[in-house]
């Protein structure tokens, strides 16, 4: 399953422009998961119209969004969060986080900022995923995310805009 990872996308509040790369690099994934911060009905639609799309609230949304979603992806379970929710977005918080919620992959958004981990902690190997925003990074580059699932294998592919 070829599954497109989003974040901090501020459509409508911070921009009207979304970068076309991320709609033609979706255009072959079967799901869409955005982590918070979508901010528009109309980027929502839009994304749907690509592929399913299953998003979390986070802290700048209106729309009416659950704040953690779960959903299964081939074989491994994928936990989605925004991230303003926690004191501290560091791995020990963010990996105690997927054990409570005892999912596989854990992906997150909130600093912008891209991130991904995989660590075996207490016992149980978690991945930590953040994609970025592709609209307004903070200390690195724009970016979003296409992750290939395979039973229980992930490959995750950084897509950098600069």
């Known amino acids: 399953m070829i599954v497109g990872v989003v974040s901090d996308t501020h459509h409508g ?8 790369i991320l709609f033609e690099e979706f255009k072959g ?6 982590a918070g911060d979508i901010t528009s009905k ?11 799309v299953v998003a979390v609230r986070g802290n700048a949304d209106h729309l009416q969004l659950p704040e953690e979603r779960i959903v299964n ?7 989605l969060v ?11 918080v963010l990996s105690y986080k997927a054990l409570e919620i005892d999912v596989d992959i854990l992906i997150f958004g909130h600093t912008h900022r891209y991130f ?10 978690i991945i930590l995923l953040n994609p970025g925003s592709p609209t307004f990074p903070r ?7 296409i992750m290939e ?14």
């Open 13 to 20: 509040d911070k921009t009207r422009h979304i970068p076309s």
């Open 29 to 34: 994934v079967d799901l869409i998961l955005h």
């Open 42 to 52: 109309e980027l929502f639609e839009r994304l749907n119209e690509i592929a399913p």
């Open 73 to 79: 992806v081939e074989e491994l379970r994928v936990g």
């Open 82 to 92: 925004h991230g303003h929710q926690f004191l501290g977005l560091n791995s020990q």
């Open 116 to 125: 991904h981990d995989e660590r075996i902690f207490h016992g149980k190997r």
């Open 139 to 145: 200390m690195s580059s724009a970016s979003f995310v």
């Open 149 to 162: 699932v395979n039973d229980t294998k992930i490959k995750v592919e950084r897509i950098e805009l600069w």
